[in-house]
């Protein structure tokens, strides 16, 4: 068989099979891409209760602990606590003492060292609160093929809440910033999964310039709660834009460093990817990745649920959010024939930078059948997501090919 009569009888084959599991016809499968699955034949996870968290996430694995959030949980402006998402690299502190609990800042280019308590980060500095959006930079890494290792994140492993604590550029300037900084680095109180002490579980970082953003917070607090002990409690760094793998948790220690911060997956090709793009499945030398910094324009359909059935005579709400590291979110737009049109939402401004905003639709279907509800939202610097997958990377990062989810109309 040729390669395109092999790809023809395998598209053939895929659309035979969503008419066969729905009941019902492919509207608009001559656009279907070929070598993509329908959405429906697609959610095959298995939800699972974690201690401290919702029962309804879906837990990838428990040591550590992985856990996403199925997207129409993602409804509400604000993520709630039970529904973050949980990325750990080691396990929490098994003990908190939030009266003993300190912070120390020190590093080459710190002026001096110095610790402070939870009580003197809350007395000594302004107070803010900000709704920030954190994404693991893995998230979408099932879809890549050939399949890319680490933790198989769907569409889930991202939230926003709103953080309460402290300007991270208040505390850095208060201990004083030589002028050959260059980046800083967090340690955690999580302990590595070996058991060893001398180990660190993870320790990243950002470039200084980011560390000095407005937005780029110490906190204590989220959505008016104590953080969970499964996201940072009692204190953890939050930086939008970037990888979540950057907003430290259970936040003892910062260096401000003269050079790249050199710490755990800070080297590799842990969160980074090729310098140039690659073909699938290529071996990439670690010298030839470079380091994930701003995450790309991403949305999500967060209502209805996939799979969801309505009459043809109804109109379909649909809504969801949008997200960037750009200053703003420009459009969200949607297409139920495979990308071949789009039309537009309405789109709602987010509270402050690093926010995701909602945008909202109503959709009116043709005729009886199968569809997608395809979204793809476009940034202030003009980004756009994808229709299809991202260029392949050896780690699975930086998925934001455009959200999908299946509809019946019958």
């Known amino acids: 068989m040729k390669k395109q009569e092999r790809r023809t009888f395998i598209k053939n084959t895929l659309l035979a099979g969503i008419a066969t599991y729905v009941g019902l016809p492919m509207v608009y499968a001559e656009n279907f891409p070929t070598g993509m699955e329908p959405i429906g034949l697609l959610d095959k996870t298995l939800p699972i209760a974690l201690p401290g968290k919702s029962d309804k996430m879906t837990v990838l694995n428990d040591r550590p602990v992985n856990a996403e959030t199925p997207a129409h949980l993602l409804d509400e402006e604000l993520t709630p606590n039970n529904l973050f998402f949980v990325r750990n690299n080691g396990i929490p502190p098994a003990r908190v003492d939030v009266d003993k609990w300190t912070l120390t800042i020190e590093g080459e280019s710190a002026s001096q060292s110095k610790t402070y308590t939870l009580q003197d980060l809350k007395t000594k500095f302004k107070n803010v609160t900000l709704q920030l959006t954190l994404e693991c930079g893995g998230n979408g890494r099932s879809e890549f093929n050939p399949p890319?290792?680490?933790n198989?994140?769907?569409?889930?492993?991202?939230?926003?809440?709103a953080w309460t604590g402290?300007?991270?550029?208040?505390?850095?300037?208060?201990?004083?910033?030589k002028n050959d900084a260059v980046y800083i680095g967090y340690y955690g109180a999580d302990d590595h999964l070996s058991g060893d002490?001398?180990?660190?579980?993870?320790?990243?970082?950002?470039p200084i310039k980011k560390a000095m953003e407005a937005e780029s917070m110490?906190?204590?607090?989220?959505?008016?709660?104590?953080?969970?002990?499964l996201n940072g409690y009692p204190l953890r760094l939050v930086f939008g834009g970037f990888p979540a793998s950057c907003s430290g948790k259970w936040l003892e220690k910062i260096v401000i460093r003269n050079k790249v911060h050199d710490g755990q997956k800070m080297q590799g090709q842990a969160y980074r990817t090729p310098c140039k793009p690659v073909a699938p499945g290529t071996k990439v030398k670690d010298e030839d990745m470079c380091i994930i910094e701003e995450m790309p324009v991403k949305s999500l359909i967060t209502y209805p649920q996939t799979g969801a059935t309505i009459q043809l005579a109804q109109t379909l709400p649909i809504r969801g959010h949008a997200w960037t590291a750009a200053p703003t979110i420009k459009a969200v737009d949607y297409s139920i024939d495979f990308g071949k049109t789009w039309t537009s939402c309405t789109l709602i401004a987010g509270k402050n930078r690093y926010a995701w905003q909602r945008f909202e639709g109503e959709i009116k279907f043709p005729q009886v059948g199968y569809y997608e509800v395809w979204a793809r939202a476009t940034d202030a610097n003009e980004d756009r997501q994808p229709i299809i997958l991202p260029g392949w990377n050896p780690k699975g990062y930086l998925n934001n090919a455009c959200h999908r989810i299946a509809i019946k109309v019958v």
């Open 166 to 177: 402290v300007r991270l550029a208040d505390v850095l300037k208060d201990v004083g910033i």
């Open 197 to 206: 002490p001398k180990k660190q579980s993870i320790s990243r970082g950002v």
């Open 148 to 150: 890319a290792k680490g």
């Open 152 to 161: 198989q994140w769907s569409t889930g492993a991202v939230g926003c809440a």
């Open 218 to 229: 110490i906190a204590w607090a989220m959505n008016g709660q104590e953080i969970p002990v």
